[in-house]
């Protein structure tokens, strides 16, 4: 069996990330690796689950400053490090997480409008945990992508945001992309039959090399 590895899913609300963790997982039976588990940014742990909902609540006594965005997003981030993936990785598991570090630099730097120099501060502590092994990048237009959300559930507070914003995040996913060394990007805006499709070729080829 391979070295397990840490793999990221990264991408636009309505782009897929859910449905391509799926996929990836799947993928990973099918070439006999079988000791994987799938986290969720933010989440997956108690504490970063009720980081969660501040972060995705909107509330009517109390907006939420961005910088305490950020910090909520991080905070979540490093119990879900610490308590679950260093653990995991440490134990030989295949970690795949939908979103990480690139989600805070397009979010939060791109449509927040907070400095990068403090979101890679924080990014090179995470990093000192364990760096990911791949990121698979869904790039979905923003039109398309927020179309979908709505169909899936209500909007939450990230959601509702303007199109500027998530066209700033895109803008910004780009960016930081380019420097990103192992990385696999996928065009999500078509069906999701030849996106399975893409993943699965995709993933394939890059499992076979490394």
């Not at 981030?77 to 993936?85: A, G, K, P, V």
């Not at 303007?162 to 420097?179: H, T």
Request: aromatic content about 10%; hydrophobic content about 40%.
């Amino acid at each position: 069996m391979k070295q397990n590895k840490f793999i990221v899913v990264e991408g636009l609300e309505g782009s897929g990330k859910t449905t391509a963790c799926k996929i990836i997982k799947k993928i990973l039976y099918l070439n006999n690796i079988k000791n994987v588990i799938t986290v969720r940014q933010p989440g997956s742990t108690f504490i970063s689950e009720k980081i969660r909902a501040i972060i995705k609540n909107d509330y009517k006594k109390e907006k939420l400053n961005k910088f305490s965005e950020l910090f909520l997003i991080y905070s979540a981030r490093f119990q879900l490090m610490e308590n679950i993936i260093k653990p995991a990785l440490i134990k030989g598991k295949w970690i795949i997480s939908d979103r990480h570090n690139l989600s805070s630099i397009a979010y939060q730097g791109g449509g927040r409008g907070i400095n990068i120099s403090l979101i890679k501060i924080l990014n090179t502590l995470i990093n000192k945990i364990s760096k990911p092994n791949l990121t698979v990048f869904l790039d979905v237009k923003p039109k398309i992508g927020l179309k979908r959300a709505l169909l899936r559930s209500n909007f939450d507070r990230i959601e509702k945001q303007s199109k500027k914003f998530f066209f700033k995040v895109m803008k910004y996913y780009f960016k930081f992309l380019s420097s990103e060394k192992n990385k696999i990007i996928i065009n999500a805006n078509k069906n999701i039959k030849i996106v399975k499709k893409n993943i699965k070729s995709q993933l394939q080829n890059w499992i076979k090399n490394n």
